[in-house]
C-alpha cells in the first residue's frame, strides 16, 4: 500500500506517463526516474499530506530518495508499522 502510493505521487510530481505499477520498488529515482531537488521537494509535500506525517529537515538525505523502496521503508518508519502499511 505505501509503495503503490508512493508511486502514485512520483507519477504526479514527475509528469511520467507511465502507470504506477510500471515503477518498480527499487528503480533509482533521481538516475532512473530523472527526480531533481525541487520534485523531491514536492515529493515530500505530497508524502506528508497523503500520510500524514512531518519530514524534518535533518531528514532530507540522498539515501532517503534512492528508490520507493527506501521511501517506502521510512514512511512505515515514521507511522510505527514496520511492514503492515
Known amino acids: 500500500m505505501v509503495e503503490r502510493k508512493i508511486k502514485e505521487l ?4 514527475l509528469h ?9 520498488d527499487h528503480e ?7 527526480l531533481d531537488s525541487l520534485a523531491a521537494l514536492k515529493l515530500v509535500a505530497g508524502i506528508e ?8 529537515d535533518e531528514e ?9 523502496a ?3 521503508e521510512f ?8 511492514g503492515t502499511v
Do not use: A, N, Q, Y
Open 16 to 24: 511520467l506517463d507511465v502507470d504506477p505499477s510500471e515503477i518498480g
Open 49 to 56: 499530506e497523503e500520510f500524514g506525517i512531518r519530514v524534518e
Open 60 to 68: 532530507l538525505t540522498v539515501e532517503l530518495f534512492e528508490s520507493v
Open 75 to 82: 514512511v512505515r518508519r515514521k507511522l510505527g508499522t514496520g
Open 28 to 34: 533509482l529515482l533521481f538516475d532512473g526516474l530523472g
Open 70 to 72: 527506501s521511501l517506502s
Open 10 to 13: 512520483l507519477v504526479r510530481v
